[in-house]
């Protein structure tokens, strides 16, 4: 009797045996067949385990982080100050990103669900966080919001005064500026600053909130020359958000905008809106 070790027992090594070729077939039918349901069992346990954890998916492309900023004044926005600040920032730290323009509201949606990597630079009074996101500390800017009209014949001194006229907001912000502001007052809700000077334009709403940067943009986006601001009604500070899956991003993130706002480079980029930078760092 002879034994061979070829994935399976050969019991008789003569020719035409029949216990060599039933044995043998069986043995090796056996072999495989548990493999296979062992690889099944495998994927099925992975299946069962995704479900359960609903991993984040980080919207990576082309190596890139997915940076969504808010889109104010319809398709032509560009905010050239922002991408110029976080292009340099990241660029520090050695990650590469791209930007997505989009409504404030959709964005927070899709930074929650992990379909995109950040947020540019959101009021911290305006956004709903929840464990899906991670705040880089260090301000990256102090706003304040103003009733914008195109009729400089308005008397609004206060948020009460808001009662007296037709206002609209961004999209998904119209429930924080209520509590916010104290106005019981129902706002129209725009999906960008440009619907807003179109209404204003026919009438359909007196104002609409924005701070004095998106504000003076959204005027331009719609061809507006003359643009009138109301005392400001709130201020807040504006942060950089990532997802919770690039939190190791955070602190690294930090001491960039640190650095960045005292070595002058983020003077730099800001340009012409340098003095939202938090006074601390600015450089009178």
Not at 19 to 47: E, I, P, Y
Not at 97 to 125: N, T, V
Request: glycine share 8%; hydrophobic share 45%; charged share 20%.
């Amino acid at each position: 009797m002879k034994i061979e070790s070829v994935g399976y027992i050969v019991l008789n090594n003569k020719k035409g045996s029949g216990l060599q070729g039933k044995r043998g077939v069986f043995l090796k039918f056996r072999s495989w067949f548990l493999r296979c349901v062992w690889a099944a069992f495998m994927a099925l346990l992975f299946f069962l385990f995704s479900m359960v954890v609903q991993f984040p998916y980080p919207a990576f492309a082309g190596g890139q982080l997915v940076i969504g900023i808010p889109m104010w004044g319809g398709e032509r926005t560009n905010m050239p100050e922002l991408e110029c600040f976080l292009n340099e920032a990241y660029s520090r730290i050695g990650v590469d990103i791209s930007f997505k323009y989009a409504p404030g509201l959709r964005l927070s949606r899709e930074l929650s669900k992990g379909k995109i990597d950040g947020l540019g630079a959101m009021l911290a009074s305006l956004v709903e966080e929840d464990a899906n996101f991670a705040k880089v500390p260090v301000k990256m800017g102090t706003a304040q919001i103003f009733a914008v009209s195109i009729d400089n014949n308005l008397l609004i001194e206060s948020a009460k005064d808001l009662q007296n006229y037709k206002v609209a907001c961004i999209r998904g912000n119209a429930d924080r500026f209520a509590k916010i502001l104290g106005s019981d007052n129902w706002f129209y809700e725009v999906a960008d600053l440009t619907q807003a000077f179109k209404m204003m334009s026919k009438r359909r709403v007196d104002v609409v909130l924005a701070d004095q940067y998106t504000g003076k943009i959204g005027a331009d986006f719609s061809n507006v020359e003359h643009v009138y601001f109301s005392p400001p009604l709130l201020s807040s500070t504006a942060h950089h958000y990532l997802s919770s899956v690039h939190s190791d991003l955070v602190p690294r993130l930090a001491k960039v905008f640190k650095d960045m706002f005292k070595d002058g480079s983020g003077q730099q980029c800001y340009g012409k809106y340098s003095h939202f930078i938090p006074k601390k760092y600015r450089k009178e």
